[in-house]
């Protein structure tokens, strides 16, 4: 196929191109993600409570118990007023803070037109301001009326769905209207693959840009609520706070902290740069992050766990080893790709001009934070000792996501640099950990 020459490249080529490249499975892959991931948060709420237990069996083992368990709660969790009366205000919550709280503007990398979006960056602001409010709620309140999020998981769930499917098709509509920048993959014509994958590149109303308020605000922040309402359950129930709870409690808030803290390094992120906004993300960021990632905190409510000082100890060097190299991995390539290399590391120039790092963390493996990242999921997993398989779900789910992510842009990378790339995958063999994968 020959390219149009460039004076007959009408602007429809460049904002609208016709995808013919389909991921995650094509139009089949996208119906199965769109309904298996609401229906696996689902299973985790219905399959893993503080009523039935959370076995791996549950819903064989105890049939008629799981069906009625989720007969009684299921169809009512949308109707819950108090999960959407709190849903409702946490979300408007997370608009107002980005209209009033102060943040830097912020150019995010060119678009394939040239232009650049400015982002307005205070999702710290906003999670501080959200921690501060619920932990001065804790203690003035106490713990046992602390609970709301943790008594209301299967409402905020179902409320958290209906908002994900309400936006991914707000954006899906609007990408028809006017001359919209689309992404390069979800624009195939069919509905189902589109409306998942996200036609519009960076959905936006004025100033306020969808995608990165939702990737970073009401499911992430969100997440660190919930986990604290298990934790003030599980005081509830049995008069303290587990050793494994705190350790939950602090891995995750470090996590979230820590990616509110460089909200500046998601506009480099692919999600940002490639993919649209689209029923993935917005499922992804609204639904999965706060009611899966939380799973181990869930857990730990009604089965805590002790650790004692060694499993604290041991849990927490996983930890620090994992975000070592998860941190200084990502600020390698963050500050390399801002024009600094204060490591003074090897690099070589690929014929587009653009340089890879061969050394420091990019010289260990082609995904040193993606190893980095796993390692500390290891460490949030552990701390649920070995009750139940079902809070390890988290540490092969990443593993997966990491995998295909690491395929999907080892894609695009090989695109870009051509045979630097494969110069680059020469030198540096291992994908993401080292001598085995
Ligand atoms: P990366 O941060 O790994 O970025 C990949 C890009 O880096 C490539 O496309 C390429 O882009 C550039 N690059 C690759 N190799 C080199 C090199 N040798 N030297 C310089 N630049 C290079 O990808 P992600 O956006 O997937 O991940 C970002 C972070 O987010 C990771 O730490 C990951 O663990 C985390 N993450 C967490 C998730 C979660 O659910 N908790 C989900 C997904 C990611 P270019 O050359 O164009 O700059």
Known sequence: MTAAPASQTTAKDVLAPRTTEL?????????????????????????????????????????????DYVRENL???????????????????????????????????????????????????TGLVALAAAVG????????????????????????????IAQALYVYVASFSGHKLLALGGNTGNVVYDWFIGRELNPRIGLFDIKTFNELRPGLILWVLVDASCACWQHTQFGYVSDSMWLVLFFHTWYVVDS???????????????????FMLSVGD?????????????????????????????????????????RTANVEKNDFRQGHNPKNLQFMTTSTGRKLLVSG??????????????????????????????????????????????????????????????TYCKRVPYRIIPYIY
Not at 81 to 98: E, Q
Not at 268 to 276: F, K, L, N
Not at 389 to 418: M, N, S, T, W
Request: proline share 4%.
């Open 23 to 67: 991921e995650f499975g094509g139009f089949a892959g996208a119906l199965f993600i769109s309904t298996t991931v609401p229906l696996t948060a689902y299973y985790f709420a219905l399959g893993c409570n503080d009523v039935l237990g959370c076995a791996l069996s549950l819903p064989v083992s105890n049939t008629d118990a799981f069906v």
């Open 361 to 422: 963390w990019w010289g260990v493996s082609r995904h040193p934070n993606y190893l980095g990242d796993w390692l500390m999921a290891w460490a949030w997993c552990l701390t649920c000792g070995f009750g139940s398989p079902i809070p390890y779900f988290y540490v092969v789910y990443f593993a997966i996501l990491l995998v295909h992510r690491q395929l999907r842009d080892d894609e695009a990378c090989k695109k870009k640099y051509g045979a630097d790339w494969d």
């Open 260 to 278: 509110l803290l460089h909200e500046e390094t998601i506009f480099s992120q692919m999600d940002i740069t490639t993919d649209g906004f689209g």
């Open 75 to 125: 169809a009512t969790s949308f109707t819950d007023g108090t999960a959407w009366a709190f849903y409702t205000g946490w979300y408007l919550y997370c608009v107002l803070a980005w209209y009033i709280l102060p943040g830097k503007w912020v150019k995010g990398l060119p678009l394939r037109t040239g232009r650049q979006l400015e982002y307005k960056t205070n999702a710290l602001a």
């Open 286 to 326: 609204l639904v999965w992050v706060p009611f899966t990632y939380s799973l181990q905190a869930r857990y730990l409510a009604f089965e805590p766990v002790h650790l004692g000082a060694i499993g604290v100890l041991a849990i927490m060097a996983v930890q620090l080893i994992g975000y070592y190299i998860f």
């Open 137 to 164: 709620y804790i203690i003035v309140y106490g713990p046992a009326s602390s609970t709301i999020l943790y008594d209301h998981w299967l409402g905020l769930l179902s409320v958290a769905l209906v908002n994900s």
